[in-house]
């Protein structure tokens, strides 16, 4: 969509006939057009309001209920519009006799205090930047005359919100309904498109400049040239910022001002536009700076705050020093500021501003340094504000995501033992499922020895055992976070309502934890206490808990598939799905993840008992995972990596695996860059992707490949199970099973032997430690006994095959769905065992119930089980021949023959089967033995 606005942009300069650079105009610009960056500024409203009547309709409903007392949260990403509703929302309520309060940083609780009478309107801009909202809450619960609105704007209801719940006393005063959230989404109304933003937005900023309209429509519907994009009917979706930055550099140029002709992204433009105001400013004020200075002092600015002289002098002394810190202050503080979130900034927007602090220090490491040295905790507050914000917002651009990371380790360093910035640093985290890093484990630690009550200390435990648990510090972060949890059973012991999510948050943790250390039984315990909790609520605290209840149910699921529980599954999943739902539609920035994640292990769940139900789950979390990718293409990545392998392992489970190539060969490249940035977390995933690969490519006869990937999975997995064997002895048990079934198919039964033996052995030792997993057991002791076959000791086979047997048998007279397909092939591995051991009598029975089952199978589900009912047929017939019985192994090979007919797709291999077939009827009928083995 930008390359569309810069488009744009050229075609306004061409119907305004300017070009990008004129030469001359014919009077100077007007002071307005010298400082670009002022004109996106919301608080000075030069576009008119446009759109998002609903919404409108919706706030101004809620204010005009008659309760005392209600909070509405709107959430929305930067340049969505928040803080221009709020501000029409507040000239619409004043016009209807309210008093509008809009509240500064830092006085939120004294403004409540000082609350005037009637009904008053609080707008709380950028209300995660906040340390006071809490002690605000509480001041709203004094009686007052007229009705008390609260309006909080944010970009994430993240870390900062769960937190408010038992930070302050309001909540019990409140009634269901009292406290509600909503987001905001593009376009501002279905019938608004760009286009019309973008004209309406041209027209005010042209007047605003006192220059001619430049009339978009012809050049919109034409393009500037026939080469150039087609700009007719834009779908609505663009940020109203990016829209308004576009339209303020038609007005510019308009104007006379040069404008970047190149450049495709509108804001970038506009900031080129405003470093050259900002640069004039300065020779101006006979300042000897150069371009690039000019830029690094803005973005100093940006950073650290420029609200008085010394602040001003801080800065250039940082970047300029030796530069007159008189002048230099003077012309720093007289470059017009915009509104921000952490107060007004010369960088114009806060989006304009960070992306001149990304431009700046993210290139320079020298200029990081020079930015945080000696920070003072103001300072060092501020920072980690910025760094947060820029983890939230410019994640897309690869500097920004390291850049804020170290913003984050210096103004830690600086703030030393500081509670205040350290826990600033975790509340104002976007929440997701894994994100932690080693830094988080030190400011961790550090908060945990500098807590100075029972809350903050327990708030800091569950933290550090939160990060320690996600950079795989396991056995510590159960020691921790089991300490964490009894910190809040003690304090919620006083007052369970109040701090019932806190208790809940730390019960969920610890039995993610404990399920990370491989002990799911312990962890599902742990799930089922935070369920019970969240259940237990009242009403009033539905918001609350359903958040709470959400992450808790997605944690649940997981252990309770380890555990092999599927009808408790199914019923925690039914309960999960529509809160998700709900809680994506009040916050998709912070909640799309978690859908993401319960969609994907949904699909996992599926894929293991009921295939054809996996894959619209499987495809709606691709689907979901690649919207987020686009928006944060950095933070996401993993949880796209889970979707595509998880779809992948469903189109094979469907027999489609051709299909399953292509998404899991994009997994496995995104979870190599990410096992490369941080091994710790990333290396078990990029194992399990690689484990999957490297099973359709042996399934799809690439042998040589398939063993190169089984192999590096192979040795992932020992790695990880020598560190934390409860967890991956089972994934390393997998591996060295799907090693040794590809070389059996690759014709070297010696090396595949021993292989299985340790698969064998393993699972065996999960087994009598209590572990889940007979069906895995099943499958090697069933894959040992083809393995002995192949290397002629047939005698050896049959027991392994047989234990396998019976272990499916029981299976699937709890489970006949999911472990029939099973126990078919270990009844035809059985039969071949016995008839290749000269006991073809006792091979009948196996052979013929394992086409009785492939025969239904293939009923339901033909693509995945015809090959397995013709390979059962075979065998049939093979020992019918054996037997002496020449009339029923015509009948069966007639059948073999028909099946392979309905398999044949032009691919060489069923061609081949079918020949062989032929050839099978061809000594059928002339009543000659059936040379070789039986099929397995």
Request: charged share 25%; glycine share 8%.
């Amino acid at each position: 969509m930008s390359t569309r606005l810069a488009a744009a942009v050229r075609a306004a300069r061409t119907a305004t006939g300017r070009g990008s650079l004129p030469a001359a105009v014919p009077e100077p610009p007007r002071d307005d057009a010298r400082w670009p960056a002022v004109l996106l500024d919301p608080a000075r409203a030069l576009v008119p309001f446009m759109g998002r009547e609903r919404e409108l309709g919706e706030l101004s409903a809620w204010a005009e209920t008659d309760v005392p007392v209600s909070l509405r949260l709107l959430v929305a990403p930067a340049g969505f519009g928040k803080t221009r509703l709020g501000n029409e929302l507040g000239n619409r309520l004043g016009e209807a006799g309210w008093t509008v309060v809009p509240v500064p940083h830092g006085r939120e609780a004294a403004t409540v205090r000082g609350r005037p009478p009637g009904d008053v309107l609080f707008v709380v801009d950028d209300a995660a930047a906040r340390p006071g909202l809490a002690a605000m809450l509480d001041a709203l619960a004094r009686s007052a005359r007229g009705r008390t609105r609260v309006l909080l704007l944010a970009r994430v209801a993240g870390e900062w919100l769960r937190r408010l719940r038992w930070g302050s006393t309001l909540w019990a005063r409140l009634g269901p309904g009292d406290a509600t959230q909503t987001a905001l989404d593009l376009p501002l109304s279905h019938d608004l498109t760009d286009d019309a933003v973008l004209q309406a937005a041209v027209t005010a900023f042209a007047g605003h400049l006192g220059v001619p309209d430049p009339d978009l429509g012809d050049a919109l519907r034409a393009g500037p040239d026939p080469a150039g994009p087609d700009l007719s009917g834009r779908a609505a979706g663009t940020r109203v910022s990016d829209l308004h930055a576009a339209a303020a550099l038609v007005a510019l140029a308009a104007a006379g001002v040069p404008v970047p002709a190149d450049e495709p992204s509108p804001l970038r433009a506009l900031l080129d536009v405003a470093v050259a105001s900002w640069a004039g400013s300065a020779r101006d004020a006979g300042l000897e700076l150069s371009l690039e200075e000019v830029q690094d002092v803005v973005a100093a600015a940006c950073l650290l705050g420029v609200d008085d002289t010394a602040a001003a002098r801080d800065v250039l002394r940082r970047v300029v020093p030796g530069l007159p810190v008189r002048a230099g202050a003077r012309w720093l503080l007289g470059l017009p500021a915009a509104a921000g979130e952490l107060g007004s900034g010369p960088g114009g927007s806060d989006r304009l501003g960070d992306l001149l602090v990304v431009d700046r220090l993210g290139r320079s490491v020298s200029m990081v340094g020079s930015c945080t040295w000696g920070l003072s905790r103001k300072a060092a507050l501020r920072v980690v504000r910025v760094a947060r914000r820029l983890e939230v917002e410019l994640s897309e651009l690869p500097a920004a995501t390291a850049l804020a990371a170290e913003l984050l380790r210096r103004a830690a360093d600086s703030a030393g033992d500081d509670p205040r910035t350290l826990r600033t640093a975790f509340l104002l985290k976007q929440r997701s499922v894994v994100d932690a890093s080693v830094d988080d484990v030190v400011r961790g630690e550090r908060l945990v020895a500098t807590a100075k009550d029972a809350v903050g200390r327990a708030e800091a435990l569950v933290d550090l055992g939160t990060a320690l648990r996600d950079v795989a510090r396991v056995s510590e972060s159960l020691q921790i976070l089991e300490a964490g949890v009894e910190a809040w059973r003690r304090i919620a012991a006083g007052d369970p309502d109040r701090y019932r999510t806190a208790l809940v948050s730390a019960v969920n943790v610890l039995g993610s934890a404990r399920w990370r250390a491989g002990n799911a039984r312990d962890a599902l315990v742990a799930h089922q206490e935070a369920v019970e909790l969240c259940r237990a609520a009242p009403e009033r605290d539905r918001g609350w808990c359903d958040a709470e209840k959400a992450r808790v149910l997605i944690s649940l699921n997981v252990a309770q598939n380890d555990i092999g529980t599927p009808q408790d599954e199914d019923e925690s999943f039914a309960e999960m799905l529509p809160i998700l739902r709900d809680l994506v539609e009040r916050d998709p920035r912070q909640w799309s993840v978690f859908l993401s994640t319960a969609l994907s292990n949904r699909s996992v769940t599926l894929t293991e008992s009921r295939p054809p139900e996996a894959l619209p789950f499987a495809l709606e979390a691709v689907e979901l995972s690649r919207q987020m990718v686009l928006q944060a293409p950095k933070r996401h990545r993993n949880e796209l990596g889970f979707a595509l392998t998880n779809l992948a392992n469903a189109y094979a489970a469907l027999g489609r695996d051709h299909e399953a190539v292509a998404p899991l060969a994009e997994a496995a490249a995104v979870r190599r860059e990410l096992t490369r940035e941080n091994p710790a977390t990333h290396t078990w995933t990029l194992a399990y992707t690689l484990a999957s690969l490297g099973a359709v490519r042996s399934r799809l006869g690439d042998l040589d490949e398939a063993i190169a990937l089984e192999r590096e999975a192979v040795l992932l997995r020992r790695r990880l199970a020598r560190e934390q064997p409860a967890r991956y002895r089972r994934m390393l048990a997998a591996s060295l099973s799907n090693l040794a079934v590809t070389h059996s198919r690759a014709g070297e039964p010696e090396e595949a032997l021993p292989l299985e033996r340790e698969a064998v052995a393993i699972r065996r030792g999960l087994a009598k430690d209590g572990q889940p997993g007979e069906e895995h057991l099943a499958h090697s002791l069933s894959n040992l006994g083809v393995l002995y076959a192949e290397l002629g000791r047939a005698d050896d086979a049959v027991a392994p095959t047989k234990e396998a047997v019976d272990l499916l048998r029981l299976l699937a007279t709890d489970d006949a769905g999911r472990f029939e397909p099973a126990l078919a092939d270990a009844l035809l591995n059985l039969g071949a065992a016995l008839i290749d051991a000269g006991r073809p009598e006792e091979g009948v029975e196996p052979t013929t119930e394992a086409v009785r089952l492939r025969r239904e199978l293939a009923r339901h589900s033909p693509d995945v089980h015809l090959p397995g009912l013709a390979a059962a047929l075979t065998n049939l017939v093979s020992v019918h021949l054996d037997l002496g019985m020449s009339d029923p192994a015509a009948e069966y090979a007639q059948e073999v023959v028909n099946v392979r007919r309905r398999l044949v797709d032009g691919s060489y291999a069923h061609e081949q089967d079918l020949l062989r077939a032929l050839d099978l009827q061809a000594r059928v009928r002339r009543s000659g033995a059936v040379d070789g083995r039986a099929i397995r």
